[in-house]
């Protein structure tokens, strides 16, 4: 089974830890997880004006305060996930990588914003679930 973690150093993505660690059918041998997170793109006239190396630099520091801790925290419960960064938009990003990398299933956490604010704002989960073919769990 080949599962992937979408984590964003969030409280919401520490819930999802813990409730992959307490569950023992989620942890069955030879189950691979990957560990991903989206670092938002810098605006194009900022990423001009530092330049490639800078930028590269940036996204590689932001990827690491996120993959680092989780990284730890799961390797304490014996689980060793492959890691994969990506820059862009979140929602879109994580159901394209899910679908492109054949997972059997994604979770996330979730604040669980009520379905008036998922239409004034939008939201990292609403976009996922309408964008991904994989089965998706979501943990509030």
Not at 13 to 29: C, G, Q
């Amino acid at each position: 089974m080949k599962v992937l973690l979408a984590v964003d150093g969030s409280t919401y993505t520490k819930k999802m830890l813990a409730y992959l660690t307490t569950h023992e059918d989620l942890l069955a041998a030879g189950t691979e997880f990957t560990a991903l997170t989206v670092i938002p793109a810098l605006p194009a006239r900022a990423r001009a004006a530092v330049g490639k190396e800078a930028v590269d630099s940036y996204y590689a520091e932001e990827a690491a305060k996120v993959l680092e801790p989780v990284q730890k925290y799961l390797s304490r419960h014996g689980i060793t996930p492959k890691t994969v960064i990506k820059v862009g938009q979140a929602g879109e990003t994580i159901a394209k990588v899910a679908d492109a990398g054949k997972f059997d299933l994604l979770m996330m956490g979730s604040h669980g914003n009520s379905a008036l604010g998922n239409l004034v704002m939008g939201s990292v989960a609403t976009r996922v679930l309408a964008g991904c073919k994989v089965p998706v769990m979501l943990v509030r």
